[in-house]
């Protein structure tokens, strides 16, 4: 059984920082693409941000460049996107995906997915 479990949320001040964890299991985990996507009130789901089977590649939203990074451990079957400069419109539920596709932003693309965690951004 696939089970990808976030963890990391929390509230913040505009400009502060936060780390989300996902901890992978039941998948080969080194021959995925794992990737980051939210969700906010009222909207539909969206790519944050993917990185590669051997974490050589990485994809980003054009609104976290330079502000938000994904890396993952292969050794520990974890992925984490380190987000710095936090906005207000940061605010959503995030969630930890994988895909065997090779690179993907799309979220039909993705087979297994976490619960969510809420990232909550004050001004």
């Known amino acids: 059984q696939v089970q990808l479990v976030e963890s990391g949320g929390g509230l913040v001040q505009a400009g502060g920082s936060l780390r989300l964890s996902c901890a992978a299991s039941?998948?080969?985990?080194?021959?995925?693409?794992m990737g980051w996507f939210r969700q906010a009130p009222g909207k539909e789901r969206e790519f944050v941000a993917a990185?590669?089977?051997?974490?050589?590649?990485?994809n980003y939203v054009d609104t976290v460049k330079g502000r938000f990074t994904i890396s993952r451990d292969n050794a520990k079957n974890t992925v984490t996107l380190q987000m710095n400069s936090l906005r207000p419109e940061d605010t959503a539920v995030y969630y930890c995906?994988?895909?065997?596709?090779?690179?993907?932003?799309?979220?039909?693309?993705?087979?297994?997915w976490g619960q969510g965690t809420q990232v909550t951004v004050s001004s």
């Open positions: 990185i590669s089977w051997m974490g050589n590649s990485t």
């Open positions: 995906a994988a895909t065997r596709a090779p690179s993907a932003k799309i979220t039909t693309l993705y087979n297994y």
């Open positions: 039941g998948l080969p985990f080194s021959w995925h693409t």
